[in-house]
T-cell receptor, first 113, second 107 residues
Framework: NAGVTQTPKFRVLKTGQSMTLLCAQDMNHEYMYWYRQDPGMGLRLIHYSVGEGTTAKGEVPDGYNVSRLKKQNFLLGLESAAPSQTSVYFC????????????FGPGTRLTVL | GQQVMQIPQYQHVQEGEDFTTYCNSSTTLSNIQWYKQRPGGHPVFLIQLVKSGEVKKQKRLTFQFGEAKKNSSLHITATQTTDVGTYFCTGTYKYIFGTGTRLKVLA
């Protein structure tokens, strides 16, 4: 099992460009999450999903959109990238059990010039 | 809104010394999880605490959940270089992660 995978691993964008980050999990998890982590800081939740076809806003949703068309995939979109969105993006997933263990992907390092 | 603070922000210890990080929430938590993130890596789940006053041990790591379920601690006995990383706590409410404690171990 690959667990949680993220593509791409690195990306450099110019201000105003758009891109989509892909997260895939093969553990049949219902819940999926997108976080951003800025240097020396903790994780901040952008959006999350509690099941296929559903999404919800997290702590810092502005400037991002998400879609969960398939249970195993969770896409994060940036419509018009800004330098403030330079960050490392982590995707995570977990099951619906009482153990709230989140499995994280390796991250995508995004730089917006 | 809810805040989860961790202290200290940084800690440098000599190998073999003990280390403790504290997690404090502004609201009562139904449960708490701890994660470790190695430099350049992704967060990895360590443990979940659910009951008031609960204490759990994993080898040299001891985790404690406060009686009021608003704070928690992680204690590492006799640190090793493999303990280097940032330790985060999180309650499940709105998935707010703590600010993290970055541990450096000097050999």
């Amino acid at each position: 099992n690959a667990g949680v995978t993220q593509t791409p691993k690195f990306r450099v964008l110019k201000t105003g460009q758009s891109m989509t980050l892909l997260c895939a999990q093969d553990m049949n998890h219902e819940y999926m999450y997108w976080y951003r982590q800025d240097p020396g800081m903790g994780l901040r939740l952008i959006h999350y999903s509690v099941g296929e076809g559903t999404t919800a806003k997290g702590e810092v949703p502005d400037g991002y959109n998400v879609s969960r068309l398939k249970k195993q995939n969770f896409l994060l979109g940036l419509e018009s990238a800004a330098p403030s969105q330079t960050s490392v993006y982590f995707c995570a997933s977990r099951s619906t059990s009482n153990l709230y263990e989140q499995f994280f992907g390796p991250g995508t390092r995004l730089t917006v010039l | 809104g809810q805040q989860v603070m961790q202290i200290p922000q940084y800690q440098h210890v000599q190998e073999g010394e003990d280390f403790t990080t504290y997690c404090n929430s502004s609201t009562t938590l139904s449960n708490i999880q701890w994660y470790k993130q190695r430099p350049g890596g992704h967060p990895v789940f360590l443990i979940q605490l659910v009951k008031s006053g609960e204490v759990k041990k994993q080898k040299r790591l001891t985790f404690q959940f406060g009686e009021a379920k608003k704070n928690s601690s992680l204690h590492i006995t006799a640190t090793q270089t493999t303990d280097v990383g940032t330790y985060f706590c999180t309650g499940t409410y709105k998935y707010i992660f703590g600010t993290g404690t970055r541990l450096k171990v000097l050999a």
